[in-house]
């Protein structure tokens, strides 16, 4: 996997940044736990995490508990972390580091999570504001093809990062496919 399908997979997920409107901010997402706004917060944070791990460094997880959009811009917060994390994806090795995983063990190298976490919660954000869930499909398919199959059912038991899998149409987009192997409802977006 290269860096460029991570710059496309971010340049589709600020596309869909880039077309939430305010008044959307307290949508539900798919991804239960947080609505609109609080799923772009993430991101942003996730961004910084993702920024430490592909330098071979710990991740300060107190970036979780920052309000990375009080400046009412989420677009251009989204756009600054993602620079940091794809600057941090070009550095010699980082593209081949392990992941750490919630169970405690290594995973999938950190870009394919970090593709993952881009396209997914692109993903996330399109379904609950109405847009294109599926901007890069080229991009949606490389995480598809990294991803499914492979999640460890210690790591969906602890119910932190991924949901049991929900049932999709096996006809319905690679998108919609791939969030709900990861344990998205799709079922009425199919």
Known sequence: MTVDLMERAVAATTA?????????????TPCTEWNVRALLNHLVAANHLFSAWAAGEQPDMGVFGVDHLAGGEPAKAYEAATRAALDAFATPGATDRAAPLPSGGTGPRVVDMYLMEQVLHGWDLAAATGQDRDRDPEVTRAAYDSWYGRVPPEVRELGTVFGPEQP???????????????????????
Request: aromatic share 6%; charged share 20%; hydrophobic share 35%.
């Open 16 to 28: 869909t940044i880039r077309g939430i409107r305010p008044d959307q901010y307290d949508l539900p």
């Open 168 to 190: 999709c149409p096996p006809d319905a987009a690679v998108a919609d496919r791939l969030a709900a192997y990861l344990g998205r409802q799709v079922g009425h977006l199919c």
